[in-house]
């Protein structure tokens, strides 16, 4: 395919490499920051560069990245989908599930290919731990727990994210749409949501830790805590089933090197049989993600991790936003 790059930021240039690597065409990038954009073209064979974004949809493109900051990711991924371009769009889409519906109806009305950027899925750790449970060796599954944070930096409350305006949250669209998200995709839909949003040190009018249960009907419970507070890098996962546990440690890079630690129980219950897989290579899940969108293109079907999804997850955000407690 030939694609078009909206925003040049760390994300857009991992998305540049990846479209690249699969042997797809950069053939127009945009950003505001002409420097960014043409580091992005610098990698890119020779890319068309340009200031704004409208002027990448002009291209001649077959598929658009939208990699922007949150306020422009539905108004973008709407108009690049009316022009009849797939689109691989940054979680969360949007910055609540209303603004994320026009989206949705251009989508469809155009039938064009909407993904949003949640990578996480891809993650090899995780896509092995999908394959376990959907093997049916974990036994019906209880419960999943997840963790997930960094610690910001020197004048992190001067950056976007931390302008409700701009980014429509704190931590808990940030970080926290990664939990839900994999939660959801484990568990499925989320009736029932409570939720606490703190402010415990950076000065910003916005969250920076979330704590969540969500609860599917049948009784299972997802409780995740994302965090702005988190002083070293973390993540980790957690699922657990009747028959065993499995464990997601890492991302790579200053989150640890990527495992995932199966915990199978025994007949006998006790100490459970324990098997190790780690993965210490190049974080490899946007290679993963933009081929499954390739491949949604060319097969006519749903992405893994689409508008759908993210607006589930908006509105389970939406839910904790508006009451704090549901």
């Known amino acids: 395919m030939k694609i078009g790059i909206i925003g040049c930021g760390r994300i857009g240039q991992k998305r540049v490499k990846s479209a690249m690597a699969q042997g797809h065409t950069v053939v127009a990038v945009a950003d505001l920051d002409q420097a960014r954009a043409q580091a992005c073209a610098a990698v890119s064979d020779g890319a068309k560069v340009f200031k704004h974004w409208q002027d990448v949809l002009a ?13 422009m990711l539905a108004p973008i991924t709407r108009v690049a989908a009316e ?10 889409a949007a910055r609540s599930a209303d603004e994320l519906l026009p ?3 251009a989508a469809e009305r155009k039938k064009v290919v909407v993904k949003v950027g ?8 995780v896509l092995k731990a999908r394959e376990i449970v959907d093997s049916g060796a974990l036994g019906p599954l209880l419960y999943v727990r997840g963790r997930y944070g960094h610690g910001g930096r020197r004048s992190y409350e001067e950056e976007w994210r931390c302008k409700p305006e701009i980014s429509g949250g704190g931590e808990l669209i940030d970080q926290g749409s990664h939990l839900i998200d994999l939660s959801r995709w484990f568990l499925g839909e989320f009736p029932h949501v409570f939720g606490v949003v703190s402010t415990y040190f950076w000065n910003i009018p ?17 409780w995740l805590h994302a965090s702005w507070t988190e002083w070293k890098n973390l993540f980790c996962f957690e699922i657990f089933g009747r028959d065993g546990k499995l464990q997601v440690d890492g991302l790579g890079g200053s989150y640890g090197i990527e495992r995932l630690s199966y915990y199978r129980m025994l007949s ?7 098997t190790i897989w780690e ?14 969108f390739a491949q949604a293109v060319a097969e006519k ?26």
């Open 279 to 292: 993965y210490p290579f190049a974080d490899r899940s946007w290679d993963l993600e933009f081929a499954d």
């Open 268 to 274: 006998g219950m006790g100490p459970p049989e324990t």
């Open 103 to 105: 989206v949705i109806a």
């Open 118 to 125: 949640f990578n996480h899925r891809f993650h090899p750790a």
């Open 206 to 222: 916005v969250d920076d830790n979330c704590f969540l249960g969500l609860k599917t009907d049948a009784g299972q419970i997802a």
């Open 301 to 326: 079907r749903r992405p893994t991790g689409d508008l759908y999804d993210a607006k589930a997850n908006l509105d389970i955000i939406k839910a904790v936003y508006s009451r704090d407690r549901l």
């Open 59 to 71: 291209a001649a493109a077959d598929a658009t990245v939208v990699a922007t900051t949150h306020d």
């Open 83 to 92: 022009a009849g371009r797939h689109v691989i769009v940054e979680k969360p």
